[in-house]
């Protein structure tokens, strides 16, 4: 097996989260597709990932209705590297990104917890 392709990110609105995705974190709509059963197949990726993406997944049961924005329980669940952490975080909080915190500089990289529009928690980080 050569990588994850993949993760399901459940999402209330289809539309509302690509605007989001695409519009204000920078990802770039892969895949747009309606199905058979009304829902929609829909892939976004940071722009020149080749190897990974996002399936917006609108729930299709109360029970993971119940999940959108808590997926991973709270903690940040979702890692989004950046090769200029500094441009990319001043880009996303002009376009209304909701960071939690100021950057931070570990020993590992520069990083900043922001939140998608449902309260799902990812790290904007650049290696060291």
Known sequence: ??????????????DEAIAFYVDAVGFELREDTPRPDGSRWVVV???????????????????????IGDQTGGRVGHFLTTGDFAADHAR?????????????????GSVAVFEDLYGNRWDLLQPA
Do not use: W
Not at 45 to 67: F, N, V
């Open 92 to 108: 996303m909080l002009a376009a209304g990104v909701r960071f939690l915190e100021e950057p931070r500089h570990e020993p590992y």
């Open 45 to 67: 990726a940071p722009r020149g990932s080749t190897e990974s993406g996002l399936l917006l997944a609108r729930p299709s049961k109360p029970e993971q209705r119940a999940r």
């Open 1 to 14: 097996m050569a990588h994850i392709s993949l993760t399901a990110l459940l999402v209330a609105d289809y």
